[in-house]
């Protein structure tokens, strides 16, 4: 079994910062790609920013500038630094691991964290 865990949300106000991270741990063989996830109430869950293995970023528009993915392979973890936040960033995020585990090696499957809530207001 792989289970991730994330923590690091909360509420800030405009202009605030938060890190989020998020530790994968169990029968992992292999990590590959990682990323962050935000879902606000109504709306469909969007991709926020993404590392490959091999360590290349992308982000979403919204997020570009103000966003920092990072990974640490040897903690098997992914961090989401987040400055200049906007009340537009209020979403539970989710962080997204896709690992090929000890069980099946053939197969990689993407695991999901729990959330995190992150409240951006005054």
């Known amino acids: 079994q792989v289970q991730l865990v994330e923590s690091g949300g909360g509420l800030v106000q405009p202009g605030g910062s938060l890190r989020l991270s998020c530790a994968a741990s169990?029968?992992?063989?292999?990590?590959?790609?990682m990323g962050w996830y935000r879902q606000a109430p109504g709306k469909q869950r969007e991709l926020v920013a993404t590392?490959?293995?091999?360590?290349?970023?992308n982000y979403a528009d919204s997020v570009k500038g103000r966003f920092t993915i990072s990974r640490d392979n040897a903690k098997n973890m992914v961090y989401l630094q987040m400055n200049s936040l906007k009340p537009e960033d209020t979403a539970v995020y989710y962080c997204?691991?896709?690992?090929?585990?000890?069980?099946?090696?053939?197969?990689?499957?993407?695991?999901w964290g729990q959330g995190t809530q992150v409240t951006v207001s005054s």
């Open positions: 590392v490959t293995s091999g360590g290349s970023t």
């Open positions: 997204k691991v896709w690992v090929v585990s000890t069980a099946d090696l053939r197969y990689p499957y993407a695991y």
């Open positions: 169990g029968n992992i063989f292999r990590i590959n790609d």
